[in-house]
Every structure is written in C-alpha cells, then in structure tokens.
C-alpha cells in the first residue's frame, strides 16, 4: 500500500461499490492510501474480501473509524438523508470530505454543511461527476468566457424506467422519511436524475464554481410505483437572471430516453442527445464544436478533489455549487404537497414477481412533448394532469 494521501470509504454497498472498485483498480496507487472503510452491512461490498486481504480495515461506524485513526479525505456514500450529518462528522474530525450526490435534503442541511466546512476550513466536494468532467468543464470555461452570449432556455429530459428491485433495494427508496422519521425526499429529481438538474444550474453559474440560482418553481409531481414519494416530475422555474429551465423525468415510462438536454443561448445551443452521447454545440454562425463525453473518465470527482486539497484550491463541485438543486428540490415538494397517483386503469405492471416493471400508458409520450414545447403536462390537457402552484425559491 502506498503512503500518499490517506482515504477512508464511507459507505461501501449500493454506489459505495463504484468507489470501492476504482481505489482497488486505480492505477496511482503510490498518491493515496485506503486507510479504512466504514459499513454497518459490509457485506453487501462485493469487493469485501479483497478488502480484507489487503488488510483495510473495516468499521461498523464513523465513531470507530475516528477512535483510531485520522483519515485526510473521506468519501461518503451513504443514503441521501446521512449526507449532510456524514459530512458534518467528518469536517469536525479534520477530514476533508467528496460526498456523493445529491447535496443533502433540506436548504437548513445546506447551511449546516457550510458552516461546518468553514469551521474546519476544509474542503468539500459534491459527487457530481459531469461537474468534474473535461467535457462540461471546458464548455462552462466558453460559457464564462461570453462565446455563447447570455442563456436562455435549458431543458432536460430523462426517462429511465425503474422497477421493483429498484424500490426494494433499501427501506427509503421512494420515501418522504425514514423509518426514524428523518426527512428522506427520495426522488428522480433528488436521486437517480439528480445530476441533469443540477448540471443545467451548474453550466450557467456566473463563476467555475458555483451554478445559477433558481427563483421560481412550479413542479407537477406524479406517481405509478406504490412508494410514498413521486416517480414522475415536471419542473418549470427561472433563475435570478430570469432563464427558463425546464426538466421532465420519469422513472414510470415503458421505454428509456435520456438523458438528452438543450441550452439556448443568444449566440448558439448546446445539445446532449441518446444518439451521439456528446456534448455538441451550434453556433449562430454555424459553426460547430464537440466537447466530448461528459461520461468519460467518471472518476475524476476523486482525482480534482486530491489536487483541490493538495493545491489549496477551490474544488469544482462543492457545497455552493450543489446548493441550488437541493433548493429546487426543496421548492418541488412545496409546489405539490399532495402528489397525484395515476389511475389504475392507466398503470401496466409487467414482469416476474419481485422484479415487475411498473409504466403508465402514454406517459412517455406526454413528457416527451413537454420536453419538446416546454410545457407543464397539466398545459397539455392530459386528463391525468393536475397543475401546481409556483414557488419563490428562497
């Protein structure tokens, strides 16, 4: 094992396994050391026995992980309502911290992580990893640097159809709160699609680390799965300098598409679709310019957040930059507290017993002409369709 900056995993099941396959397989050994991984289940790490033959050692918690040691970065995987206090512990520890997506739950968490950050004067990423990408990095760089002119309108679509193995890995999936009565929030918006938000607020933030601010919200929340929370959302809101952002998902469509997205500008469109997976850009002299896949090279996050740390530079996602799509999810449940279940008579459910796909009857081609006109479904005139009140983002 090498001597080089010393990481400790929180979290290794469920996502954690990404992590835990990329510090294993990297091939920079001698600029880190795994010094411990922290799971109350490690069993579900399918790398668990090569973790121990290594002799990392393995803690049932962050408590006895901190009792022995002092790790520089910790890297927390864990469910969605532990971020912001995983984080919080961490930082008063005297870690730095790469917490995975999303930021945290409420905008009261948000603050609490920033002030725990600044206390500690450490720094903190945030898992998104488009964020940290070639690709959109070099296009932010263009954006920042006026080629573009201001921005306009930016939309996303993603459907990605989830099915009962999805909802039944864990015992918050798809929940409001847990168990424990702790706020969870668990959503396409807050989860899964998380990133696609949040990267339409990133691209158009006025500084390489920060993403626009959203204003306005208005958010048509649906579902088809049995779970507490919604499954399909249509969001519309502005951001303090008045663009329109428009993003659809699903997680109850029969067919997948996305995600694809378009970012107009007075001087050009940025476009991500299914079919080239790239990053391409139009501009209004008709020139072009491909960017690259922000897909490439996923594990960067880990990589820019050792420079950050060791540069004593600013990270490219951190707490600031994530902030505004927890406020937009936030917004979200507060335009649609009652969330609208489809008719039965509208739900398919297909598929063996345990791993059934649930999917609504034209749903897929409602949110694909939401997507395409920039329309709320309750502007479509869909029967099921029920409209929202719009939110101030505080």
């Not at 799971?39 to 668990?48: A, F, I, N, Q, T």
């Not at 959503?187 to 500084?207: D, E, F």
């Not at 507060?334 to 297909?350: G, V």
Request: hydrophobic residues 35%; charged residues 20%.
């Amino acid at each position: 094992m090498s001597d080089g900056m010393t990481i400790a995993l929180v979290g290794i099941g469920g996502y954690g396994n990404t992590y835990v396959n990329t510090l294993l397989d990297a091939p920079n050994q001698a600029d880190f050391r795994l010094a411990g991984v922290v799971d109350p289940s490690p069993h579900l790490c399918r790398r668990l026995a090569e973790l121990e033959a290594r002799r990392v050692p393995v803690y049932p918690s962050m408590e006895k992980l901190y009792a022995e040691q002092r790790p520089e970065l910790v890297i927390i995987s864990t469910p969605l309502q532990l971020h912001a206090p995983h984080t919080s512990h961490a930082l008063s520890r005297g870690s730095h911290v790469l917490c995975e997506k999303p930021l945290c739950v409420t905008p009261d968490q948000a603050d609490q992580m920033k002030h725990a950050r600044d206390a500690a004067g450490k720094v903190v990423s945030i898992g998104y990893q488009w964020s940290f990408s070639q690709a959109i990095g070099d296009l932010k760089a263009d954006i920042l640097a006026g080629r573009f002119g201001r921005p306009k309108r930016l939309r996303a679509l993603v459907l990605w159809p989830r099915d009962e193995v999805y909802y039944g890995r864990n015992r918050w999936a798809g929940a409001k709160t847990d168990s424990a009565g702790n706020l969870v929030l668990d959503s396409p918006v807050n989860n899964a699609c998380a990133h696609y938000l949040h990267n339409l607020l990133y691209l158009t933030g006025k500084q390489v680390d920060r993403s626009a601010q959203p204003a306005t919200l208005t958010a048509e929340l649906y579902r088809a799965h049995p779970i507490q929370n919604y499954d399909t959302a249509a969001l519309r809101g502005t951001t303090a300098d008045g663009m329109e952002v428009i993003f659809i998902v699903s997680h109850a469509t029969p067919v997948r598409r996305g995600p694809v997205f378009s970012c107009e500008f007075e001087r050009g469109v940025v476009e991500f679709t299914d079919a080239g997976q790239t990053v391409t850009a139009t501009f209004a002299d008709g020139t072009r310019r491909n960017y690259g896949s922000p897909n490439d090279n996923r594990d960067r996050k880990i990589w820019l957040t050792m420079q950050a740390i060791r540069e004593r530079t600013p990270t490219p996602c951190g707490i600031e930059a994530a902030e505004p799509h927890t406020r937009c999810t936030w917004a979200a449940q507060q335009s649609c507290p009652e969330i609208t279940t489809f008719d039965d008579a509208l739900i398919c459910i297909e598929g063996p017993a345990g791993a059934r796909k649930t999917w609504v009857e034209g749903l897929g081609e409602a949110l694909e002409r939401c997507y395409d006109e920039g329309k709320l479904p309750s502007e479509l005139g869909v029967p099921w369709a029920r409209s929202a009140r719009n939110v101030t983002v505080a």
